[in-house]
């Protein structure tokens, strides 16, 4: 939390109040995780939320040159702003898979449409999982799932839809809170995964949002574009983009009395910020999460580059995994950006320690420093001190577990 009493995502800590049920708190929301058989181990991996109704949609997804089939399936289906389901698979990511994995997806759309009595482009769909894998073989599954998950949908399942959902992910995520001001008030609650592959230009792995508030779809695709630009734009695991990245926000609009749209557009920045730090605190073998704080920048802009190319560097993180104060990687770091600063202007604080002032090394205490870089959580701050601009991204060590999960992931 920053000193004006904010969350590292820019909104008030305490503006809302807190809401049971995941992304069924919304009501009207049903959702359900099965297993399918899709994962060797026999845990969840097929899931679906679903609306009850066709309703308006958000959708942001992967900039990577190389999209999975279900990114582009779901871009069209959301293309007129309306869907009422969201059916998702871990597993498989359906990636590099030509003509047949997108056959899959659409069979997937509309196997579930048939069941929810729907159209086929009111469905959307997300994967997840290895990259490249022909899914062929597991469409009998997969559509067994489907039937299965629509089956036991119900308003106690965002629990196991979150846990179906997950790859290397430790832990299922969640959030839901209640937004109200003098006009009105909603419930907005979402669920998430991604513990790798985290260094998103829009969005996280997967990541389903849904709001009872009535927002058309085109201002809200430019609310959601606003709360995650500053919530899963700002935060890194591993400096690697996914090919399946998507971010869905469902509104139903059966809100009697909504907020205004300020107060809306925080609520959901605040459930998106909760859940992309999640998405960092179980980073792949992570041990600490790190708080990136630039601030004295000329322009957010230049704070958030500069934040996230320390956040993305591997020497960085490699030194915070073994507690090894060497602040210099984190000025190298930004130095090797195309933004302008002035080096010797540059402090830095590990937590309230000043390690390096006006670009060199100041006197400190190593056992200090040794106390709080072995601390879960670790707040720097970089002081650029040229103006009064600032910004914070999330990210996390990187220990050798990291490198063992990713190591042996197909083996």
Same mark, same amino acid.
């Given at each position: 939390m920053?000193?004006?009493?904010?969350?590292?995502?820019?909104?008030?800590?305490?503006?809302?109040?807190?809401?049971d049920?995941?992304?069924?708190?919304?009501p009207g929301?049903?959702?359900?995780?099965?297993?399918?058989?899709?994962?060797?181990?026999g845990?969840?991996?097929v899931?679906i939320v679903d609306?009850?109704?066709?309703?308006?949609?958000a959708?942001l997804?992967?900039?990577n040159?190389v999209?999975?089939?279900?990114v582009?399936?779901?871009a069209?289906h959301?293309?007129d702003?309306r869907?009422?389901?969201?059916v998702?698979?871990?597993?498989?990511?359906?990636?590099?898979t030509?003509p047949?994995?997108?056959?899959?997806?659409? %069979?997937?759309?509309?196997?579930?449409?048939?069941?929810?009595g729907?159209?086929?482009?009111?469905?959307l769909?997300?994967?997840?999982?290895?990259?490249?894998?022909?899914?062929?073989a597991q469409?009998?599954?997969l559509?067994?799932g489907?039937?299965?998950?629509?089956?036991?949908?119900?308003?106690d399942?965002?629990g196991?839809?979150?846990?179906?959902?997950?790859t290397?992910?430790?832990?299922p995520?969640?959030a839901?809170?209640?937004v109200? %001001?003098?006009?009105?008030?909603?419930?907005?609650?979402?669920?998430?995964?991604g513990?790798?592959?985290?260094?998103?230009?829009?969005?996280?792995?997967?990541?389903?949002?849904?709001t009872?508030a009535p927002?058309?779809?085109?201002?809200?695709g430019?609310i959601?574009?606003?709360?995650?630009?500053?919530?899963?734009?700002?935060?890194?695991?591993?400096?690697?983009?996914?090919?399946n990245?998507?971010?869905?926000v469902?509104?139903?609009?059966?809100a009697?009395?909504e907020?205004a749209?300020?107060?809306f557009?925080?609520?959901?920045?605040?459930?998106?910020g909760?859940?992309?730090?999640?998405?960092?605190?179980d980073?792949e073998?992570?041990?600490?999460l790190?708080?990136?704080?630039v601030?004295g920048?000329?322009?957010?802009?230049?704070a958030?580059?500069?934040?996230?190319?320390?956040a993305?560097?591997v020497?960085?993180?490699?030194?915070f995994a073994?507690?090894?104060?060497?602040?210099?990687?984190?000025?190298?770091?930004?130095?090797?950006?195309?933004v302008?600063?002035?080096?010797?202007?540059?402090d830095?604080?590990?937590?309230?320690?000043?390690?390096?002032?006006?670009?060199?090394?100041?006197?400190?205490?190593?056992?200090?420093?040794?106390?709080?870089?072995?601390?879960?959580?670790? %707040?720097?701050?970089?002081d650029?001190?040229l103006?009064?601009?600032?910004?914070?991204?999330?990210?996390?060590d990187?220990?050798h577990?990291y490198?063992?999960?990713?190591a042996e992931?197909?083996?």
């Amino acid at each position: 939390m920053s000193a004006g009493g904010e969350a590292w995502y820019g909104t008030p800590a305490s503006a809302f109040a807190p809401a049971d049920g995941g992304i069924c708190a919304v009501p009207g929301l049903r959702a359900a995780g099965v297993a399918a058989g899709l994962k060797p181990d026999g845990a969840l991996d097929v899931a679906i939320v679903d609306a009850g109704r066709a309703c308006d949609v958000a959708v942001l997804q992967t900039t990577n040159q190389v999209r999975a089939a279900p990114v582009e399936v779901t871009a069209r289906h959301a293309a007129d702003g309306r869907a009422r389901a969201v059916v998702l698979n871990s597993g498989n990511a359906n990636a590099c898979t030509g003509p047949d994995g997108e056959q899959i997806a659409v %069979d997937t759309a509309a196997h579930a449409a048939g069941l929810l009595g729907c159209a086929t482009d009111e469905v959307l769909v997300c994967s997840t999982g290895v990259i490249g894998v022909p899914m062929t073989a597991q469409r009998p599954a997969l559509l067994t799932g489907v039937t299965q998950a629509v089956t036991e949908a119900g308003p106690d399942g965002a629990g196991a839809a979150a846990r179906a959902i997950m790859t290397t992910d430790t832990v299922p995520k969640s959030a839901s809170l209640r937004v109200a %001001d003098g006009d009105g008030g909603c419930v907005i609650g979402g669920l998430a995964k991604g513990a790798g592959m985290i260094a998103p230009a829009m969005a996280t792995m997967l990541c389903v949002v849904a709001t009872d508030a009535p927002v058309p779809w085109r201002v809200l695709g430019q609310i959601t574009r606003q709360a995650v630009d500053r919530t899963f734009g700002r935060i890194s695991v591993d400096g690697c983009q996914s090919t399946n990245d998507a971010v869905i926000v469902l509104a139903t609009g059966t809100a009697g009395r909504e907020p205004a749209i300020a107060a809306f557009t925080n609520g959901l920045t605040a459930v998106l910020g909760e859940l992309a730090e999640q998405v960092v605190r179980d980073g792949e073998g992570a041990s600490h999460l790190i708080r990136l704080h630039v601030t004295g920048a000329k322009h957010v802009s230049d704070a958030v580059a500069l934040a996230r190319a320390v956040a993305d560097s591997v020497l960085v993180r490699t030194a915070f995994a073994g507690g090894d104060p060497n602040w210099g990687r984190i000025l190298a770091a930004m130095g090797a950006t195309s933004v302008q600063f002035v080096p010797e202007r540059v402090d830095v604080r590990f937590g309230p320690l000043t390690v390096c002032r006006f670009g060199v090394g100041a006197s400190f205490d190593p056992g200090q420093a040794e106390v709080i870089l072995s601390r879960p959580e670790i %707040d720097v701050t970089i002081d650029l001190n040229l103006g009064s601009a600032g910004a914070t991204v999330l990210t996390c060590d990187l220990t050798h577990d990291y490198v063992t999960i990713n190591a042996e992931y197909t083996t």
